[in-house]
């Protein structure tokens, strides 16, 4: 069956003008195997159609009875018959109240940009501008835990080269075992312990080891002689920790390795301080003096460790199409995070499930009816000092966004891009509302209660579900406890019940919106994949129903369809292909009762299709 639906100037629709036509075919019942439930078998029942060209009105209409896009291919999923019910869900973006959660995925994302958030999953930014490959080196340290622990490897190293030079001239005995420095940060929670801790930042005991190797080597020394050395007894009462550690605090002090550090010996210890101000009483220290003769009160920045540098994001939204560098991300992406096999990411699949779309493009008008970037299919990109490290799929329509697919740089995973981008989209549909006010809605696509990974979407409050029977919509606080018990549920059945309401309005421009009612936010885990799986590949399965030729139906260029025409035209065939089946089993009695029945049907629907619109019956 096909069907083409013509949206041309009317009087009654005029915001609709010029939006182009919507070209379908039907392909009937489609089977496959199910991505969300892993079944075995083709569990996974939906009904199909393939896109020739859909307006963006009709699209959104299609969204709001139960319809999604893959590419071309747009699907319903049959939701008494299928194994994983899938909802539609929305929520209206002023309305929006981020969780606890959501809020820190935002702050981690500012430190994230201003140097400042240390992540030890996070991999260095490659490729990002710079003028010189230490810039590049100074972005590792700063977005690497394991930064820190250079910083005290190479303090450490510095304090090896001063403890041998003051070896060499102490005159300690030959064959003193010198041991490896270890310098330790000291905690905030460690430094609350101790007193006068003000500005300490690393601590090292190397000098009762020192000692200790001293002690050692004279005992040795004694017992193969067998008689204690004058010179041993003067040298045993001058290697006592505290004398070592002031003598090689002096060295260290001096030391241009160690300039923005006083370092301050204390009961054997080396202690490392941040400012000559805040030692402990009784204890001084020079501050060391730079080459320049300049006093430095800073921890160390030396050439090594240049100041913290701010990362750029930028967010580019474009028109659905190839992007090389795109496809490079995602193929990365679906390689390490769903464990694609690479040749299975190619880039024709590539295209057919995010690039090709039949939604007709709507440039930007200016009179309030149209955003500034039209209406159509876009890929929102989000580049952090040039470098791209996440692209969202969306759909931008007359009342909505519809979030299609999200992809992201495997190495920043800790950053919880998904959250973050799902944020920013709320974000713009706020921002847009000014430039086409009937656009209010965010939609995050099916919402699969009896899959946990997609119950993340909920965590976007306060959020609406679709009811899959009067496509009326209803608040998920009210469907959840439903969705508890089984896994299809008539909600609307439910919703006038629970919520107390004596009535609904329903709108075929907003739907249905209910009283919010407050509640406790819920911080649902976010699953590796913030998208839904794709169900079925276009033309993988074959349609259990056969094309009909009779039941083909051809609507003229002048003329509009209101409502769910597509559904309409399924609900006509499929009354007609079981009057086929069954009528020859009634008498003439029984075969005129299906008949009235079925031109009932047909007087019920006439008025929601245009009036030249040819459809038959047989």
């Not at 400042?116 to 810039?135: I, T």
């Given at each position: 069956m096909a069907a083409k639906i013509g949206t041309e100037a009317s009087s009654s629709r005029s915001s609709r003008d010029n939006r182009g036509e919507s070209v379908v075919a039907d392909v009937g019942r489609r089977r496959s195997s199910c991505g969300y439930c892993r079944s075995s078998g083709r569990t996974s029942v939906a009904h199909g159609l393939w896109a020739h060209s859909i307006t963006a009105d009709d699209?959104?209409?299609?969204?709001?009875?139960?319809?999604?896009?893959?590419?071309?291919?747009?699907?319903?999923?049959?939701?008494?018959?299928?194994?994983?019910?899938?909802?539609?869900?929305?929520?209206k973006a002023c309305d929006f109240i981020p969780s606890k959660e959501q809020t820190r995925v935002t702050k981690k994302m500012q430190r994230f940009l201003e140097g400042?958030?240390?992540?030890?999953?996070?991999?260095?930014?490659?490729?990002?501008?710079?003028?010189?490959?230490?810039?590049v080196k100074e972005i590792t340290r700063l977005s690497d835990e394991r930064s820190k622990e250079e910083d005290l490897h190479i303090l450490s190293q510095q304090l090896d080269n001063v403890v041998h030079t003051w070896a060499t001239i102490s005159e300690i005995p030959p064959g003193v075992q010198l041991p490896k420095a270890s310098i330790k940060r000291i905690t905030h929670n460690k430094r609350k312990l101790i007193s006068g801790s003000e500005g300490l930042l690393y601590t090292c005991s190397i000098s009762f080891q020192i000692a200790a190797n001293i002690k050692r080597s004279v005992e040795r020394n004694e017992s193969r002689t067998m008689r204690p050395s004058t010179d041993s007894v003067e040298l045993t009462s001058e290697i006592s920790p505290n004398v070592i550690a002031e003598k090689l605090a002096g060295l260290l002090n001096q030391h241009a390795g160690f300039a923005g550090l006083v370092i301050s010996p204390l009961n054997g210890h080396l202690n490392f301080y941040c400012d000559p101000k805040l030692l402990p009483s009784g204890k001084k220290a020079e501050v060391p003096v730079g080459a320049d003769g300049s006093k430095h009160n800073h921890m160390v920045n030396n050439s090594k460790h240049p100041h913290k540098k701010r990362r750029r994001l930028e967010i580019h939204l474009k028109r659905s199409s190839f992007d090389p560098e795109e496809y490079d991300l995602y193929r990365r992406y679906q390689i390490r995070v769903h464990n694609d096999a690479p040749d299975q990411v190619s880039e024709s699949s590539y295209r057919r499930f995010l690039v090709d779309t039949p939604i007709v493009f709507v440039p930007p008008r200016g009179d309030g009816t149209v955003p500034s970037c039209g209406f159509g299919s876009f890929h929102q990109q989000y580049v952090i000092d040039g470098k791209l490290v996440a692209v969202g799929v969306v759909d931008i329509l007359p009342r909505c966004l519809s979030s299609k697919y999200l992809f992201w740089d495997p190495d920043l995973a800790s950053l919880s891009l998904g959250k973050y981008t799902a944020l920013q989209e709320i974000g713009w549909v706020k921002e847009n509302q000014a430039h086409c006010s009937s656009l209010q809605y965010y939609y995050l696509g099916y919402y699969i209660h009896s899959c946990s990974k997609m119950r993340y979407k909920a965590a976007y409050r306060p959020s609406e579900l679709l009811c899959p029977k009067r496509y009326q919509w209803v608040n998920f606080d009210i469907a959840r406890p439903l969705l508890d018990k089984k896994p299809y549920v008539v909600l609307s059945d439910f919703a006038t019940l629970q919520s107390g309401e004596s009535s609904r309005r329903v709108s075929s421009e907003t739907g249905l919106e209910p009283q919010l009612q407050d509640s406790d936010q819920e911080d649902l885990v976010e699953s590796p994949t913030d998208e839904d799986l794709v169900m079925m590949e276009p033309g993988s399965e074959g349609s259990e129903d056969d094309s009909d030729p009779e039941m083909d139906h051809v609507l003229s260029n002048e003329e509009t369809v209101d409502g769910d025409v597509n559904s309409i035209l399924i609900g006509l065939k499929n009354i007609r292909m079981r009057f086929k089946d069954i009528q020859h089993a009634f008498g003439s009695g029984e075969r005129r009762y299906l008949e009235l029945q079925l031109l009932s049907y047909k007087k019920a629907v006439g008025p929601v299709l245009s009036e030249r619109m040819v459809y038959s019956l047989g």
């Open positions: 699209y959104q209409d299609l969204l709001d009875r139960g319809w999604r896009r893959s590419g071309v291919f747009l699907y319903k999923p049959e939701m008494e018959r299928t194994c994983c019910p899938s909802y539609t869900i929305r929520l400042v958030f240390d992540d030890k999953k996070s991999k260095p930014l490659a490729g990002e501008p710079s003028n010189s490959s230490s810039a």
